[in-house]
């Protein structure tokens, strides 16, 4: 039975009224919803989830997803009225600078926030990462366990433009298969964006689309009767009948009317992304009883009241911290693993479980497949999969269940609901935003694999990764035009350049096997960003222990490989596969009598973050005759060239043939980089 009472009303009607205000103060921003949504909002914060505003990121706790984050007041305003450490003036100071109610909830900035929420669809595809987090993470550290300090349920509140990006769509469709029944979803379905009445562009029957997924969909409809009615106890009682469906995710579709009580522009897009105005905020503050001619009134019995949400807290804790320490006892073992995971750590010595190659040739793909297997054993809480590439990505980890319920089983993979490969489908937008849920949910670590080209189709979430700082691992192969007779839909030319360019992803193009190994390394130390392992499908050489002592020089990002001249005549600068042109290059200048160095550059950001003495050694600044070779846009380039520098590149798009053909007429060729060499030098 849900307690209600004025208290709440009263609580619910004050966030109405600090949205109106806050952004009547700013200027701008997004009032509505925030005013309408405030009960569903309360109602969750207050009545049914647990959690512990003074430990915020405690880890048995319910998550919150906000996947409308435009409407980031419905969650400060909570947040605030809860007491996770939001106080009336950083409502006052929104969408400021240095505020910590910045204009989209922001991960990391203010407490209580579990995801940046923003670009619409992210948040509601990342919840399904969320839930895929906690089932893994029970399975792995508690498994027969019927009542866990593992379990926790997943709230989002989604609206109209949520459930019409696509990518919602795809991780919605996964939710259903995987039958996430930890994952509640409230649709506010207001009918209202930015053109008003979404009549214009949006009519199909959502629950029916929800319902052939696979989900529990129930329906809330507060505009019901004439008079609208916010009936919060017909929404808790959706929520516990959600709660109780545990095969199923639950979407619950609540009908609101956007902006309510305002009473001219109430239902209107207007009043969803601009400030009411004086003469709206006053009519609505009477309306709802508070006095127009004050601001952030917030009278002290409600604040009392809603702050009591600390004390429940603390005693929701204290109950889950009993069965964490009783797990913690009973299960040695798993609680020095969890506790690994807590700090962020790697196994001492797991450089050494990383395998060395020493065959001739192999493609970097493949010896990324040998790093996944090699270090499984050693690294329980990595998991991942691929896109319907399992086979061409080499993302497999052999011998491991596939993560799934067990009527997902196939003749070809076996499904566990704690499995630790990862079969995504065609939906490599999902399947980026759900790896972006998994890492902010919890402790594990994951990758994904599809080709290099289709990282496009990922790259909103990938960005939010990088923005967010979670430690995401692509293992994106084919990665230029010489994965050859697919032909330019499939053949990556700018895509190096385009994600060098956001901040905070590292990019690593390994030159040959064992600096995969590294590569794979240096992803899973870094622990503040994603990271991509740029593979390929050829086969390359793999440079000898003579050629390449040190391939663990990789974690510098750039560093000489083969004969390192202390005065050369140039330098040539590779990536990849273009490593093993670029010692042709320099064998054939070696002919000439020009002695010149070659720097494998595999990762930029990694080359950057060293000091300049460590640069300077690599790329002596009194060299200046320089060459980059890389089977893709010379663009990035340029700030290792400088202005006598040339490239060897590809400026245009692919064209089907082998490989051997590409490379001869793209001019990515030993002969080439000579040329431009010699062109360089005169
Ligand atoms: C991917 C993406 N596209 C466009 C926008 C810009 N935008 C912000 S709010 C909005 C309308 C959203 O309407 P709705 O989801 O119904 O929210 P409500 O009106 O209920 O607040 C748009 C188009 C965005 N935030 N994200």
Redesign the pocket.
């Known amino acids: 039975m849900l307690e209600w009472n004025e208290l709440d009303n009263r609580a619910v009607d004050t966030a109405r009224v600090l949205a109106a205000d806050a952004v009547e103060s700013v200027g701008n921003g997004?009032p509505?919803?925030a005013m309408s949504l405030a009960p569903a909002a309360y109602l969750l914060f207050q009545k049914v989830m647990n959690h512990n505003p003074l430990e915020p990121r405690c880890m048995g706790r319910d998550r919150f997803i906000l996947s409308?984050?435009?409407?980031s007041l419905t969650l400060y305003n909570q947040l605030f009225l809860g007491g996770f450490g939001l106080e009336l003036d950083d409502l006052k100071n929104l969408r400021r600078w240095g505020s910590k109610t910045p204009g989209h909830p922001e991960f990391g900035h203010t407490d209580g926030v579990e995801i940046t929420t923003?670009?619409?669809?992210q948040g509601l595809a990342s919840a399904t990462g969320f839930a895929y987090s906690q089932r893994f993470e029970k399975n792995l550290f508690d498994p027969n366990t019927e009542d866990s300090p593992f379990d926790h349920f997943v709230y989002v509140l989604a609206?109209?433009?949520?459930v019409q990006?696509g990518v919602s769509g795809e991780a919605a469709s996964l939710a259903g298969h995987q039958k996430l029944g930890n994952l509640v979803v409230i649709y506010?379905s207001?009918q209202?964006?930015?053109e008003d009445d979404?009549n214009i562009s949006f009519s199909e029957d959502v629950n029916a689309r929800y319902e052939s997924y696979g989900w529990h969909t129930q329906t809330v409809d507060w505009k019901k009767t004439g008079d609208y009615k916010e009936d919060v106890h017909a929404l808790y009682a959706a929520i516990q009948e959600a709660k109780q469906v545990t095969d199923k995710p639950s979407f619950i579709t609540l009908k609101t009317i956007?902006g309510w009580p305002a009473p001219n522009k109430q239902d209107t897009g207007g009043i969803?992304?601009a400030k009411l105005g004086e003469d709206e905020v006053r009519a609505t503050k009477e309306i709802l009883g508070f006095d127009p001619d004050k601001n952030f009134q917030v009278e002290s019995d409600v604040l009392d009241h809603s702050r009591l949400l600390q004390t429940r807290g603390k005693q929701w804790q204290e109950q889950w911290q009993q069965k964490f320490s009783m797990w913690q006892s009973a299960n040695p073992d798993k609680a020095t693993l969890l506790d690994r995971l807590t700090n962020q750590e790697l196994p001492a010595g797991i450089e050494d479980s990383l395998p060395t190659f020493d065959q001739e040739s192999i493609a970097t793909r493949a010896a990324s497949g040998k790093v996944i297997n090699a270090l499984a054993d050693q690294l329980p809480e990595l998991w991942g999969g691929s896109a319907d590439l399992a086979g061409s990505n080499n993302t497999t980890i052999e011998g491991a269940m596939s993560f799934g319920p067990s009527e997902a089983t196939t003749d070809t993979w076996t499904t566990d609901p704690g499995g630790r490969v990862l079969h995504f489908g065609i939906r490599e937008h999902a399947m980026a935003a759900i790896l972006n849920g998994i890492l902010l949910s919890g402790h594990t670590r994951v990758f994904a694999g599809t080709f290099l080209v289709f990282s496009d189709y990922m790259r909103p979430a990938v960005r939010l990764a990088a923005l967010m700082g979670v430690p995401a691992i692509y293992v994106w192969t084919h990665d230029s035009i010489a994965l050859g007779e697919d032909g330019p839909t499939h053949q990556p030319v700018e895509h190096l350049t385009v994600l060098r360019a956001i901040p905070n992803l590292t990019v690593i193009r390994p030159a040959d096997a064992n600096e995969t190994a590294q590569a794979w390394l240096a992803a899973l130390k870094n622990t503040t960003g994603p990271t991509a392992l740029v593979l390929t499908r050829q086969n390359l050489p793999v440079m000898t222990k003579q050629d390449n002592p040190n391939p663990e020089l990789l974690q510098k990002g750039g560093y000489v490989v083969g004969e390192n001249h202390s005065d050369p005549e140039g330098l040539i600068l590779a990536t990849g596969s273009e490593v093993a042109i670029a010692r042709d290059a320099q064998a054939k200048l070696a002919a000439k009598g020009l002695n010149v160095n070659v720097v494998s550059m595999p990762s930029f950001e990694l080359f950057d973050s060293q000091d300049q003495h460590y640069k300077d050694s690599v790329l002596p600044p009194n060299v200046t005759a320089r060459v980059s070779v890389e089977a893709g846009l010379a663009m990035p380039w340029a700030k290792y060239l400088g202005a006598g520098g040339a490239s060897v590149s590809i400026e245009g798009f692919g064209a089907s043939a082998s490989y051997e053909v590409l490379y001869e007429k793209y001019g990515i060729t030993a002969d080439a980089v000579v040329e431009k060499f010699e062109s360089v030098r005169n």
């Not at 409308?68 to 409407?71: A, L, M, R, Y």
């Not at 923003?118 to 669809?121: E, K, N, S, T």
């Not at 609206?159 to 949520?162: F, I, Y």
């Open positions: 997004h509505g919803t409308v984050g435009h409407s923003g670009p619409l669809g609206s109209d433009g949520d990006e506010d207001n209202i964006s930015i979404t956007i969803h992304g």
